[in-house]
Nanobody, 122 residues
Framework: QVQLVESGGGLVQAGGSLRLSCAAS????????MGWFRQAPGKEREFAAA????????DYADFVKGRFTISIDNAKKTVYLQMNGLKPEDTAVYYC???????????????WGQGTQVTVSS
């Protein structure tokens, strides 16, 4: 089992920044990739970014390229999502996920955090 705890969400004005954190614990040695997903009210959960546990590979959805950066601190077993240039349409609950595959599909991730709310005001 892998436990994931997100933090760092909040209310920010358009154009502002937030940094989300996801602390992992448990059997993390079996984890190959960590992902960030988001879900807005009335919408399906969508992929935002992913990183391999080694930190050597990253992947971003088109709508976050150039604005969001995913990173990992292996010593702290923590994944970060630095979000700059936030827009009102970025408002969503952001979830951290862990899995043993390199994928964008949420169904291929095995473990999920509880989510953290990000609200961007115009």
């Amino acid at each position: 089992q892998v436990q994931l705890v997100e933090s760092g969400g909040g209310l920010v004005q358009a154009g502002g920044s937030l940094r989300l954190s996801c602390a992992a614990s448990g059997r993390t040695f079996s984890t190959y990739a960590m992902g960030w997903f988001r879900q807005a009210p009335g919408k399906e959960r969508e992929f935002a970014a992913a990183i391999t546990w080694s930190g050597l590979s990253t992947d971003y959805a088109d709508f976050v390229k150039g604005r969001f950066t995913i990173s990992i601190d292996n010593a702290k077993k923590t994944v970060y999502l630095q979000m700059n240039g936030l827009k009102p349409e970025d408002t969503a609950v952001y979830y951290c996920a862990a899995g043993n595959r390199w994928a964008r599909q949420s169904r291929l991730y095995d473990y999920w955090g509880q989510g953290t709310q990000v609200t961007v005001s115009s």
